[in-house]
């Protein structure tokens, strides 16, 4: 069982940064996968990126319109995966959610791919 509480999130004018928290429960948090998704009013949960670690190396995937500005990181001390958002855009407004499970390689995108999420925040960028 793990339990995912999400910090973070909030407004912001477009070009700057916010930083998202994901703390996991379990001390089984490492052997996860850990995604992130959002939505926008109106649409589906859409990928955003992924950081997985096998064979002692971290492997990362990101959406081509975050690529550049968002970055996936981890604490493992503090069981807390982070995405790092910058040069933040309109259109990146959205709820956040992250996201922990075993995606089969290539599925990472896919929602159902997942066990266990956050309760979401919003991240809302002005213009």
């Known amino acids: 069982q793990v339990q995912l509480v999400q910090s973070g999130g909030g407004l912001v004018q477009a070009g700057g940064s916010l930083r998202l928290s994901c703390a996991a429960s379990g001390r089984t948090f490492m052997n996860y996968a850990m995604g992130w998704f959002r939505q926008a009013p109106g649409k589906e949960r859409d990928f955003v990126g992924v950081?997985?670690?096998?064979?002692?190396?971290?492997?990362?995937k990101y959406v081509d319109s975050v690529k550049g500005r968002f970055t996936i990181s981890r604490d493992n001390a503090k069981n807390t995966v982070y995405l790092q958002m910058n040069s933040l855009k309109p259109e990146d407004t959205a709820v956040y959610h992250c996201?922990?499970?075993?995606?089969?390689?290539?599925?990472?995108?896919?929602?159902?791919?997942?066990?266990?999420w956050g309760q979401g925040t919003q991240v809302t960028v002005s213009s």
């Open positions: 950081i997985r670690w096998s064979y002692g190396s971290t492997y990362y």
């Open positions: 996201a922990a499970g075993f995606p089969v390689q290539g599925r990472e995108a896919i929602v159902g791919e997942y066990d266990y």
